[in-house]
């Protein structure tokens, strides 16, 4: 999550204990012009994600801890690197676990429609499980990083009708947390659905009907009219 984005978190006092590290080596810069996927050159060395112009693939930076070097990863390369970073991170068995629930995911929708589904609709249906998931325990943080991702996920493919229903869900927990605190970086969508053509008042029953899925937490089951006030204040209307 970006910076701006993150939640406010009480201060911890941690006390840590002296460990002999071990020398940092530098990855080498390995990275060249050339498309992993289909060998055409580019004109320039990538230096991050970015499409080929040639076979219309996607190329990705990255640093393998299994040689120490950074460099230029295709589609079919791209899950094995990143299973080695996750392994050198302390983290494979939190990948391993979201690589299983993509699998099921995969495996329903395939089910359910008798086809090989794409990755937005793969990631759709697992953010809607991690939600409901993280709702049934009371994980509010976990609740608010994947409804961002959602309401991203939305903002992308234009369709911001829908992403002021998710959007509510984090200007809700937002405003009930942090003392009625509205992120403009969640009222940006609302915003831009208006300006793709809705009204203030049909964006109101939007908003009104995505702070339904936070309401079964009690703090979230707020004034939803008044946050909107104060929402309106942030778009300037």
Request: charged share 25%; with cysteine.
């Amino acid at each position: 999550m970006v910076a701006w984005l993150k939640r406010k978190e009480r201060p911890t006092v941690t006390v840590t204990m002296s460990t002999p590290q071990s020398t940092y080596v530098p990855p080498e810069d390995t990275r060249t012009n050339i498309c992993p996927n289909c060998g055409a050159e580019l004109k320039k060395v990538p230096g991050a994600k970015t499409k080929c112009p040639g076979c219309g693939r996607y190329i990705y930076v990255r640093t393998d801890p299994r040689i120490n070097a950074r460099i230029v990863v295709g589609e079919d390369q791209l899950e094995g690197v990143d299973d080695a970073i996750a392994v050198a991170n302390g983290t494979w068995e939190e990948r391993k676990a979201q690589k299983e629930h993509r699998a099921q995911a995969v495996a329903a929708l395939t089910k359910q429609f008798g086809m090989t589904p794409n990755d937005a609709d793969v990631n759709w249906r697992m953010w809607n499980e991690d939600f409901l998931t993280a709702a049934a325990k009371r994980d509010t943080n976990t609740m608010f990083s994947v409804s961002w991702k959602m309401v991203d996920q939305l903002g992308r493919e234009k369709k911001y009708t829908d992403a002021v229903v998710v959007a509510a869900r984090g200007i809700i927990m937002n405003w009930a947390d942090f003392d009625h605190e509205v992120l403009p970086a969640w009222t940006d969508y609302i915003e831009k659905a208006i300006k793709s053509g809705i009204s203030l008042t049909e964006a109101h029953g939007l908003f009104v009907k995505g702070a339904v899925a936070v309401a079964t937490i009690p703090k979230y089951k707020v004034d939803v009219d008044r946050a909107w006030k104060d929402v309106v204040k942030v778009l300037g209307k």
